[in-house]
């Protein structure tokens, strides 16, 4: 899509808006092809969610420099784990017809959503439940793949994206584009179906595939609720609501005595706190600054996915590691 899109010289280069933090295969594919990242900036203060004005700041700063053309949405987010109401979505689309923005919809974690009042709204849904106005005009790409989900097949490389609204001239082109590159190896290709016709009422698979559903998500859920309630329990850890995806991103505190030793080390501060985490609980997370953070906060980001009694441990071990690191570099 990326591909597609980016075009360009100087002033003219294409600007893709993502969502800051990010998953960062966004600003590496942006590297890749060298288009001018656009950083929009969720508010962390209201559970990552998704600011208009913001999003308006970003553009209007980055039409000094390059010419943005695409608005790129990830929900359920990585690394965040924010579900965008769907107020929030119409109010996307609304800001994209006005900018003539090609919206990009990342959905790949549309059926990871635990919070209580969440819901997945899908942009195509909403796009169409708007009327003609928008429904004919927006462009759109959405994203789903079969690595998240309740099925988690990550290794098998299936996945889709549907495109609306693309001129069909310039979706020729696309098909074309998207054909260079073959196809994924056929067991890839058969999950994606298994995916996207899922047992029906009545078939004999069908109880079985719901119960096995609803306990991957079920439990999920849980490890979503205590991965929040433990983290919240440090003081010095502030961590939003999982509300889906496989992920949290929470705050940390950050004694400056640690942010001096970790520059004078040629390190960002959460990098060095990620370091001593491994090196003395044997506990992996990734530092904020992988993903983008505001500048002067410090995040690291960990997923939900270990065993719950696993992950009983590992958060209690968390908690405690980052109690004692805030007092030995206070
Ligand atoms: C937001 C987001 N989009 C896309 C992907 C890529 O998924 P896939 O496994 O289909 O390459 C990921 C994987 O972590 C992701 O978090």
Sequence with gaps: MLKLLVAGQGNSRTGVMIPIPQYPLYSAALAELGAVQVNYYLDEENCWALD?????????????????????????GNP????????????VI?????????????????????????????????LFEMGPKYSEVVELASFHSTSKGFMGECGFRGGYMEVVNMDPAV??????????????????????????????????????FIAEKQAVLGNLAEKAR????????APGIQCNPV????YSF?????????????????????????????????????PGSGFGQREGTHHFRMTILPPTEKLKILLERLKDFHQKFVQEYS
């Design 171 to 208: 979706k020729q082109q696309l098909t074309k584009l998207v054909s260079v590159r073959l196809c994924p190896p056929v067991t890839g290709q058969a999950l994606l179906d298994v995916v996207v016709n899922p047992p029906q009422p009545g078939d004999p698979s069908y109880k079985q």
């Design 226 to 233: 205590l991965t929040e309630e433990v983290l919240n329990q």
């Design 52 to 76: 208009i004005k913001e999003l308006r700041r970003s553009l209007e700063e980055a039409r000094k420099h390059c010419n943005p053309k695409v608005l790129c949405i990830i929900n359920p």
């Design 243 to 246: 509300q889906g995806a496989m």
């Design 250 to 286: 929470p705050r940390i505190e950050m004694p400056e005595r640690a942010i001096k030793l970790a520059q004078a080390e040629g390190q960002s501060p959460d990098m060095f706190f990620c370091m001593k985490l491994l090196e003395e609980t044997g506990i992996c997370v990734v």
């Design 94 to 126: 609304r800001f994209a017809a006005e900018e003539n923005l090609f919206l990009m919809a990342d959905e790949v974690y549309q059926d990871n959503v635990y919070a209580k009042g969440c819901a997945f709204h899908s942009f195509k849904k909403v």
């Design 80 to 91: 965040t784990g924010q579900v965008q109401s769907r107020k929030c979505i119409e109010d």
